[in-house]
T-cell receptor, first 111, second 113 residues
């Protein structure tokens, strides 16, 4: 089993739709969780950190489920500009500054 | 605020040649990382550095060498490039936020012929 797993997609959704991605992780000692956005041929950019209590930033909501070892990203009112690949990242527990990345989920928002 | 820069942005080289990819950050961040990104493998850690003169191997270090004589620079050298090292290379550093978020440079697209 991979340390961090994501459904590669693509998720094809119409503008205005709500879409959710999950990311599962295997290291129960992990303490830090992140969602990154990556546009084609560009660097990953931090979208948001994921806190135990959940985190909301505008149309984006991230949640953590420690019992089932997954994090989620919810995007409401999808825009064309949300089309990108979304990477989750999880720290390696006792190696706090090292991250393991999932393979990414591709989102395509259609008019 | 230049942030984190990489050079060159694109490089074509031949098998067996030595290649050095540069990474420079203006934030004085302690931790820096080198990743490669390939289809089907995602981002994989090559090497990382906790501070000047402190480096350690990541997941896929074979064929690569790093150094960190100054906090702001973290060059990655391919001692004898192979075709399997054709990839996109990203440098990253950790910010000062409480969650240790990593921030990435723009990447170097390397092709080994």
């Amino acid at each position: 089993r991979k340390e961090v797993e994501q459904d590669p997609g693509p998720f094809n959704v119409p503008e205005g739709a709500t879409v959710a991605f999950n990311c599962t992780y295997s290291n129960s000692a992990s303490q830090s969780f992140f969602w990154y956005r990556q546009d084609c041929r560009k660097e990953p950019k931090l979208l948001m950190s994921v806190y135990s209590s959940g985190n909301e930033d505008g149309r984006f909501t991230a949640q953590l489920n420690r019992a089932s070892q997954y994090i989620s990203l919810l995007i409401r009112d999808s825009k064309l500009s949300d089309s990108a690949t979304y990477l989750c990242a999880v720290n390696k527990g006792n190696a706090g500054n090292m991250l393991t990345f999932g393979g990414g989920t591709r989102l395509m928002v259609k008019p | 605020d230049a942030g984190i820069t990489q050079s060159p942005r694109y490089k074509i080289t031949e098998t067996g040649r030595q290649v050095t990819l540069m990474c420079h950050q203006t934030w004085s961040h302690s931790y820096m990382f080198w990743y490669r990104q390939d289809l089907g493998h995602g981002l994989r850690l090559i090497y990382y550095s906790a501070a000047a003169d402190i480096t350690d191997k990541g997941e896929v270090p074979d064929g690569y060498v790093v150094s960190r004589s100054k906090t702001e620079n973290f060059p990655l050298t391919l001692e004898s490039a192979t075709r399997s090292q054709t990839s996109v290379y990203f440098c990253a550093s950790i910010g000062f936020g409480q969650n240790n978020e990593q921030f990435f440079g723009p990447g170097t697209r390397l092709t080994v012929l």
